[in-house]
């Protein structure tokens, strides 16, 4: 079975499931480097990474990204979202900003491939790659990401 029909079947039964949730849901779909390889994009301009969408229902929006070493996202939120993040290879830092000065980071933690992270609605906050090599990871979004807003809320 292809990744978004496994992710389809772990995330099929829940409706408005908790960060903890989500996590659970990615675990048992199995999700490895080696799947999500056929997906993965090193660039998508005007990212100055790759991001690709995998999966899009009313529900869910699993995106994979791929950040080269010492590259940050832009500081963005995820709106009404909650998001699971699953690192696949490589390091990402999670800069967490203030809500009222974005520019300032309250907290950040590293995690590493294997690791799992979770952004809670509302939050702002922006990835690092402090290397070395690329960094990997699986974004699974509950609900989906607003169409019109991907460029302030990716990845
Ligand atoms: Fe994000």
Not at 7 to 31: D, T, Y
Not at 42 to 63: I, Q
Not at 105 to 127: A, N
Request: hydrophobic share 30%; with cysteine.
């Amino acid at each position: 079975m292809c990744l978004p029909d496994r992710l389809l079947k772990a995330l099929q039964s829940l409706r408005q499931p908790s960060s903890e949730e989500l996590e659970r849901a990615v675990r048992n779909a199995g999700v490895t480097l080696q799947c999500v390889k056929p997906y993965l994009r090193e660039r998508t301009p005007p990212f100055r990474y790759g991001r690709n969408v995998l999966l899009k229902t009313g529900l869910f929006e699993a995106v994979v990204v791929c950040l080269p070493e010492h590259v940050e996202t832009p500081v963005h939120g995820h709106g009404d979202s909650i998001c699971c993040v699953q690192v696949l290879e490589g390091t990402v830092t999670n800069r967490l900003r203030s809500p009222d000065a974005p520019e300032e980071i309250v907290d950040e933690r590293t995690f590493r491939s294997g690791e799992f992270l979770h952004t809670l609605r509302g939050q702002i906050h922006s990835m690092y790659n402090p290397g070395p090599g690329r960094a990997v990871t699986l974004h699974l979004y509950t609900p989906p990401l607003p169409e019109t807003a991907v460029d302030t809320t990716s990845p």
